[in-house]
Structure formats: structure tokens, C-alpha cells
T-cell receptor
Framework: QKEVEQNSGPLSVPEGAIASLNCTYS??????FFWYRQYSGKSPELIMS????GDKEDGRFTAQLNKASQYVSLLIRDSQPSDSATYLC?????????????FGKGTLLTVNP | DAGVTQSPTHLIKTRGQQVTLRCSPK?????VSWYQQALGQGPQFIFQ???????QRGNFPDRFSGHQFPNYSSELNVNALLLGDSALYLC?????????????FGPGTRLTVL
């Protein structure tokens, strides 16, 4: 069973701090990775995608990928109360006939004013 | 730019009934995937449709079936509903062969089975 694991949290950080969200995956052939944000009662919203080892930055968000360690992370700088949500990590094996996203259970982030 | 739309927003059914959920993909997209998200869990892949055919299926029973229409919209049908089918049903659209394989989600349909 190919899995994506996340710490369910909750992760609580003060406003203005850096929030660090982590994800590990078991399928070594996973090639595409995604972070989605999901507010309570809403659907997942794409934050970032990452495909290559290293860092990818978009505004206050930085995704990090280490394929050797099978590890993906998301850093949120200058955290705001509006960042309070569940963050879902997803992996996809882009080879062959596999098109599905495999999700972790999500990490609940709370940013305290 | 129209995003992914789903209908209905909420639905209440009783055990044994059948339900049909609908999805229209984001403008320019041709592929539709369906996911089930139970409370406190990540979305679970049900199946994906492309060119009006089921291209991949997750670990869901045959009670779950789908269809894609020539305009790329899609339906998810669930027969003989069980209490455990209560969940948020998400549709995601993507573009086959696009520069990325990113899936964008619609607002979801909340199904409650009593």
C-alpha cells in the first residue's frame, strides 16, 4: 500500500512565526508532489506543486523536496491567522497508467494572533 | 475563467437509495477525477475519466460508477447507499498532456446517508 504520512497536529504557531509542515511518502517512484490547503467545511485549494529536488518558493510559501529521503515539506513564513487550516500533502506517480493523487490525512495548523 | 463546479452542494439520502453527483471541469480541462473525503481523512481516489472512459479506478466497490460526457463534464453514481458512504465528494479537473499534471478541486458535494 503506497502511503503518504503527515503529522496530524494540531500545529500551533504565533502570528508572524514560521510554520513547518512535513510529509513522507513510501512509493519511491512518486514524481509529483502537491500541497493543498483546506479550510474547515471547504474543498482543497492548491498552494504549490514541486517536482524536483530542492526548494521552490512562492510568496510566503516554500516547498522542499528530498527524493532520497522521500520527504516533502512546506514552510509558511510570516504566518497569519488566515493561514489556519488543514494542509494536505499529495503525491503522484507520473509513470505508467497511474494518474491518481495519494493524500496524507492532513496537518491542522492554527496561527494564534 | 470558470473553475470546477459541482452540484448539488448538499444531499441527504437514506440507506439503499441511489445518488448522482455532477461535475463540470475547469475551462480548458479534459480530465475529471473523483475523490471521497471522510471526516478527518484525506481525499481517497475513486476513479478518473478521460475521453469518456474510466482510465483508472481506486479501491471502491462497483456500487460506485461514473460517466464522462463529450463536453468533459462528469457524473458520479452511487447505488445501494450505506451509512459509510456519508462523506464530502470532490471532483478535480486537469489537462492531459498539459505542462503540469495539477488537479484543481471543485467545492464538493456533502452527502449524508441516514
Amino acid at each position: 500500500q503506497k502511503e503518504v504520512e503527515q503529522n496530524s497536529g494540531p500545529l500551533s504557531v504565533p502570528e508572524g512565526a514560521i510554520a513547518s509542515l512535513n510529509c513522507t511518502y513510501s512509493d519511491r517512484v512518486s514524481q509529483s508532489f502537491f500541497w493543498y490547503r483546506q479550510y474547515s467545511g471547504k474543498s482543497p485549494e492548491l498552494i504549490m506543486s514541486i517536482y524536483s529536488n530542492g526548494d521552490k518558493e512562492d510568496g510566503r510559501f516554500t516547498a522542499q523536496l528530498n527524493k532520497a529521503s522521500q520527504y516533502v515539506s512546506l514552510l509558511i513564513r510570516d504566518s497569519q491567522p488566515s493561514d489556519s487550516a488543514t494542509y494536505l500533502c499529495a503525491a503522484r506517480n507520473s509513470g505508467g497508467s497511474n494518474y491518481k493523487l495519494t493524500f496524507g490525512k492532513g496537518t491542522l495548523l492554527t496561527v494564534n494572533p | 475563467d470558470a473553475g470546477v463546479t459541482q452540484s448539488p452542494t448538499h444531499l441527504i439520502k437514506t440507506r439503499g437509495q441511489q445518488v448522482t453527483l455532477r461535475c463540470s471541469p475547469k475551462s480548458g480541462h479534459d480530465t475529471v477525477s473523483w475523490y471521497q473525503q471522510a471526516l478527518g481523512q484525506g481525499p481517497q481516489f475513486i476513479f478518473q475519466y478521460y475521453e469518456e472512459e474510466e482510465r483508472q479506478r481506486g479501491n471502491f466497490p462497483d456500487r460506485f460508477s461514473g460517466h464522462q460526457f463529450p463536453n468533459y463534464s462528469s457524473e458520479l453514481n452511487v447505488n445501494a447507499l450505506l451509512l459509510g458512504d456519508s462523506a464530502l465528494y470532490l471532483c478535480a479537473s486537469s489537462l492531459l498532456g498539459g505542462s503540469t499534471d495539477t488537479q484543481y478541486f471543485g467545492p464538493g458535494t456533502r452527502l449524508t446517508v441516514l
